[in-house]
């Protein structure tokens, strides 16, 4: 079974500085996906950046970006420019391909970020 | 739709009776899951669907919880009995497996009284 790991339940972060969040999981799967979601107070979960473990290019959105380190399992988050609006909750989350069997979307614990002016 | 969309948004319901929470998930999106967030906390996994393929419902609490998915789209989260402890906000998320990246909707806070 894949586990996902975020061992900062809580970081702060100043207006327009940047800051990472850390998110590690365990499979034995070659293939798959990693997905970062932000949870602000409204609830809804939004999907802000998807990486395909077989693509060595780091993905980017925006003022966000991950550092994806395969073979260390790691999948970071870093956003640039941090705005107020970027306080929520950050969920990391692994997803296997569909090969006809389940697919089920994991995910780690969350990281609250506050962003502070 | 445009979207993932659940109802009723918001519930409160007496100890003791059912509830059924609806989702409607994003046209073509094959996949289907369900999720539990009690106040402040991850995501606990429920229940999912693939296509017709059986449910992975390993996830479910109790035999008081049941979910459907009727013609490969709609899906109805059924509690019997609601305890105290169902409380929760209650999400639901389609994806698509073609692209590999599920959205959810913006979930059923479920309060038991």
């Known amino acids: 079974a894949q586990t996902v790991t975020q061992s900062q339940p809580e970081m702060s972060v100043q207006e327009a500085e940047t800051v990472t969040l850390s998110c590690t999981y365990d499979?034995?799967?070659?293939?798959?996906?990693l997905f970062w979601y932000k949870q602000p107070p409204s609830r809804q979960m939004i999907l802000v950046i998807r990486?395909?473990?077989?693509?060595?290019q780091n993905a980017t959105e925006n003022r966000f970006s991950v550092n994806f380190q395969k073979a260390a399992k790691s999948f970071s988050l870093k956003i640039s420019d941090s705005q107020l609006g970027d306080t929520a909750m950050y969920f990391c989350?692994?997803?296997?391909?569909?090969?006809?069997?389940?697919?089920?979307?994991?995910f780690g614990t969350g990281t609250r970020l506050q962003v502070t002016l | 739709g445009a979207g993932v969309s659940q109802s009723p948004s918001n519930k409160v319901t007496e100890k003791g009776k059912d509830v059924e929470l609806r989702c409607d998930p994003i046209?073509?999106?094959?996949?289907l899951y369900w999720y539990r967030q009690s106040l402040g906390q991850g995501l606990e996994f429920l229940i999912y669907?693939?296509?017709?393929?059986?449910?992975?419902k390993s996830g479910l609490p109790s035999d008081r919880f049941s979910a459907e998915r009727t013609g490969g789209s709609v899906s109805t989260l059924t509690i019997q009995r609601t305890q105290q402890e169902d409380s929760a906000v209650y999400l639901c998320?389609?994806?698509?497996?073609?692209?590999?990246?599920?959205?959810f909707g913006q979930g059923t806070r479920l309060t038991v009284v």
């Open positions: 998320a389609s994806a698509s497996l073609m692209r590999h990246e599920a959205f």
């Open positions: 989350a692994f997803m296997k391909p569909y090969t006809g069997t389940a697919s089920k979307l994991t």
């Open positions: 669907f693939q296509g017709n393929s059986a449910p992975d």
């Open positions: 990486q395909e473990a077989y693509k060595q």
């Open positions: 499979t034995s799967e070659s293939n798959y996906y």
């Open positions: 046209s073509g999106h094959t996949a």
